[in-house]
């Protein structure tokens, strides 16, 4: 069966600092798709990132970035520029193996981003 | 373009009522449905889901079931709710291989 994991239960960053974001998981799969979700105070689930593992690239939109590791099962979410705005819950989220489209999330990070 | 709608926003309920949750989704044909259900700061659990009308999963036996009736609808429902019902619902629907879209949740307390 495959986990996702997410070792930091809360993290907190000072505005306009990096913070990197852990995620490790674990499949039989060799060609799948990693997510990072945002849910803001809202809980409304916002997609951040997505990474394909048969792309050696790592995946960036504007101030988000991943660090995959794909032999490590390591993918990790790096925010730059930390805003008041990136204040939230983050999920790391994997597709299951019989689907393909059903996702395991990951427990979660609570980032706060402070003034 | 693509849209999920999900209501209600917020509903209290007494023990032992029914529930009816509602999703649609618009702008795609045969999606992948879900019902998720959230603990409060903590990780998504996943309900049921649906590859088609009248195709029902269910990953956790509960006091909870789910329908589709039709291609872009999908229903959450309970008989009698528990207080272990409560929690806060999320319905999302994907095609294959892409991304996941979820509605804005439904808050759900049962008093």
Redo the contacts between chains.
């Keep these: 069966a495959q986990t996702v994991t997410q070792s930091q239960p809360e993290m907190s960053v000072q505005e306009a600092e990096t913070v990197t974001l852990s995620c490790t998981y674990d499949t039989s799969e060799s060609n799948y798709y990693l997510f990072w979700y945002k849910q803001p105070p809202s809980r409304q689930m916002i997609l951040v990132i997505r990474q394909e593992a048969y792309k050696q690239q790592n995946a960036t939109e504007n101030r988000f970035s991943v660090n995959f590791q794909k032999a490590a099962k390591s993918f990790s979410l790096k925010i730059s520029d930390s805003q008041l705005g990136d204040t939230a819950m983050y999920f790391c989220a994997l597709p299951q193996e019989t689907s393909g489209s059903r996702l395991t999330f990951g427990e979660g990070t609570q980032l706060t981003v402070n003034p | 373009s693509q849209t999920i709608h999900q209501w209600p926003a917020t509903l209290v309920q007494p023990v032992g009522s029914p529930l009816s949750l509602e999703c649609t989704v618009e702008g795609t044909s045969n999606p992948?449905l879900?019902w998720y259900r959230?603990a409060a700061?903590?990780?998504?659990q996943?309900l049921f889901?649906s590859v088609g009308i009248g195709q029902i999963s269910s990953e956790v036996p509960q006091n909870l079931s789910a329908s589709r009736p039709q291609d872009r609808q999908f229903i959450l429902s309970s008989k009698k709710l528990l207080l272990s019902d409560s929690g806060?619902y999320?319905c999302?629907w994907?095609v294959?291989?892409t991304?996941?879209?979820?509605g804005?949740?439904t808050?759900l307390t049962v008093v």
């Excluded at chain 2, 700061?41 to 998504?44: A, I, K, Y």
């Excluded at chain 2, 991304?99 to 979820?102: A, D, E, K, L, N």
């Design positions: 992948n879900y959230q700061g903590r990780g998504l996943l889901y806060f999320l999302a994907s294959p291989q991304v996941y879209t979820f804005s949740g808050r």
